[in-house]
């Protein structure tokens, strides 16, 4: 089912515990690390990279694969997806093999196949969301100016 409200996207990260993201990077300049740490550090998510080219990011094990990641660690509930949309449907199969139960496309990472594979698998499909940004917004960590303020609110500060 793809996931387009708040609603649903927010129950999708209550009901997480395990996210495997597909194409996460050790460089620190890159978003895919910015999430990675973010995810680790203040989320209620246990993230693990998947990356075939690295070892670890910040002591994290990088498995090279999905089905490397589900050998050992199980069903992810959700894959979290970095990769160019070109990528994307062969990351979808892949997802489906391990058995994962939701997928997530990053900003800009859209593809028709992808979704659609992913959607009629039974997966739970959220599409150009950032994962960082939707769990800070549920959490108090993401203010209109983007800030964290530790309170998500529609009223003005009165001074």
Same mark, same amino acid.
Not at 19 to 43: C, D, E, I, K
Not at 67 to 93: L, N, S, W
């Given at each position: 089912?793809?996931?387009?409200?708040? #609603?649903?996207?927010? +129950?999708?990260?209550?009901?997480?515990? #395990?996210? !495997?993201?597909? &194409? %996460?990077? /050790?460089?620190?300049?890159?978003? =895919?690390?910015?999430?990675?740490?973010?995810?680790? #550090?203040? !989320?209620?998510?246990?993230?693990?990279?998947?990356?075939?080219?690295? +070892? %670890?990011?910040? *002591?994290?094990? /990088?498995?090279?694969?999905?089905?490397?990641?589900? %050998?050992?660690?199980? +069903?992810?509930?959700?894959?979290?997806?970095?990769?160019?949309?070109?990528?994307?449907?062969?990351?979808?199969?892949? /997802?489906?093999? +391990? *058995?994962?139960?939701?997928?997530?496309?990053?900003?800009?990472?859209?593809?028709?196949?992808?979704?659609?594979?992913?959607?009629?698998? *039974?997966?739970?499909?959220?599409?150009?969301?950032?994962?960082?940004?939707? =769990? !800070?917004?549920?959490?108090? &960590?993401?203010?209109? /100016?983007?800030?964290?303020? *530790?309170?998500? =609110? %529609?009223?003005?500060?009165?001074?």
């Amino acid at each position: 089912m793809i996931l387009e409200t708040p #609603t649903q996207r927010r +129950a999708l990260l209550d009901r997480s515990h #395990t996210v !495997a993201m597909v &194409g %996460a990077s /050790a460089n620190h300049t890159r978003p =895919s690390y910015f999430v990675f740490s973010y995810l680790r #550090t203040r !989320a209620k998510l246990d993230v693990v990279p998947i990356n075939p080219t690295i +070892a %670890a990011i910040d *002591g994290v094990r /990088a498995f090279p694969s999905l089905a490397a990641y589900a %050998a050992e660690r199980g +069903a992810p509930d959700i894959v979290d997806v970095f990769r160019k949309p070109d990528e994307t449907p062969q990351v979808v199969r892949e /997802a489906i093999a +391990a *058995g994962a139960k939701a997928i997530w496309f990053q900003y800009g990472v859209i593809n028709d196949e992808a979704i659609r594979l992913a959607d009629e698998a *039974g997966l739970d499909v959220v599409v150009d969301r950032c994962i960082k940004v939707e =769990s !800070a917004r549920f959490d108090g &960590g993401l203010a209109v /100016a983007g800030m964290n303020t *530790g309170v998500l =609110s %529609a009223r003005r500060r009165i001074r």
